[in-house]
């Protein structure tokens, strides 16, 4: 189950070598702010909760047992985080939500979007992001790791510590509720 | 089979659902034009979910973890041999550094008592020294006597007095 390259940082790391946490930093930095991104909203308080994840999986990785899987164990200190997540009202509303300094990714950027595709995707992607704004955190959660980190419900459970039947009717949920909040928002702005 | 609840035809979106319930609801679906509906809502929303951005960590992500690492006592439960030290590889800013940052905060507190006393007169000058003195006590909290946080608290003390 463990991803072997995460073995070895993991041995190295409890043997005393930091640069190895380092190394688990830079290979999942990316999955753990998406996560975060998304749950927040914000560019600045998704790196400010990220970077809280991994202080807190750096202090608690000395206790980690290699039967459970790194990114599932990390994707739980993240979802647990931005669900406690309290907004830092200077900070935020200083920085805003620019999101300077940001990649974007879009996963199939080969075929090249023409502009009205672009328009449409982005309007789309704005409802959607409205949208999952207005979802109770536990919810927005849930249907991040389905449908953007492409999670089973199994791991779901596991990282959410909840059984899979709750994962099953959250999931169902978070879809209904999303379905009709976009709904509400084309109906607004036409 | 009457129409099932929603929450099977989401887990069926999902590939979640065991084989004999798949068989059926595969024998529903084609023949209720609501379920059919529903499921293409959910297909829609997943294509939306597609479309969005996935956002990479920002320049320099790690190297600011790690620099906060640094702050944090190691975790490590193995002591370290003797005689070696943890490796950095450039991921730690120096102690050194961090304490000339603490002498400069110290500086400009100072500097900006020593302008006080000057432009100003008693009252709002004690205001401003107990305040810096506030200040320095949360920075300087086990300042030995003749460091310099000591020194510092001594000089706002005198210039308190006059
Ligand atoms: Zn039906």
Known sequence: ?190 | MSCPKTELISAYLDEEVRSGDRAALENHLPGCAQCEAALLDMRSLRSAFAKTDRHQAPYGFTTRVMARTAELKSPSPHPLPSGERIKVRGWFIPFSIRFAEAAVLLMVIFVGIMAGSFMTNGSSMAQTANLASSLSLDLFDAAPPGSLGGAYLAMTEASNEK
């Not at chain 1, 202090?59 to 997540?85: E, K, M």
């Not at chain 1, 805003?96 to 672009?118: C, I, K, N, T, Y």
């Open chain 1, 1 to 190: 189950m463990q991803n072997s390259d995460d073995l070895d940082r993991i041995n190295r790391f409890k043997n005393g070598d930091t640069a190895a946490f380092g190394e688990i930093v830079l290979a999942y930095q990316d999955k753990i702010y998406n996560l975060c991104r998304y749950m927040l909203g914000n560019a600045h308080d998704a790196e400010d909760a990220a970077q809280d994840v991994f202080l807190k999986a750096y202090q608690a990785l000395p206790r980690f047992q290699p039967d459970a899987s790194l990114y599932t164990w990390l994707y739980r200190i993240a979802a647990n985080t931005c669900l406690d997540y309290r907004k830092k009202p200077v900070f935020a509303s200083l920085f805003g939500d620019s999101g300077e300094g940001e990649r974007l990714v879009h996963d199939r950027a080969s075929d090249a979007p023409s502009p009205e595709q672009l328009y449409h995707s982005k309007q789309i992607g704005r409802e959607l992001q409205i949208s999952l704004g207005k979802l109770s955190p536990k919810l927005r959660a849930i249907i991040v790791l389905k449908e953007i980190e492409e999670l089973s419900y199994e791991e779901i459970a596991e990282i959410l510590a909840i059984s899979m039947g709750t994962v099953k009717s959250r999931i169902a949920r978070a879809r209904e509720e999303l379905q009709k909040s976009m709904q509400k928002f084309r109906e607004q702005n036409p």
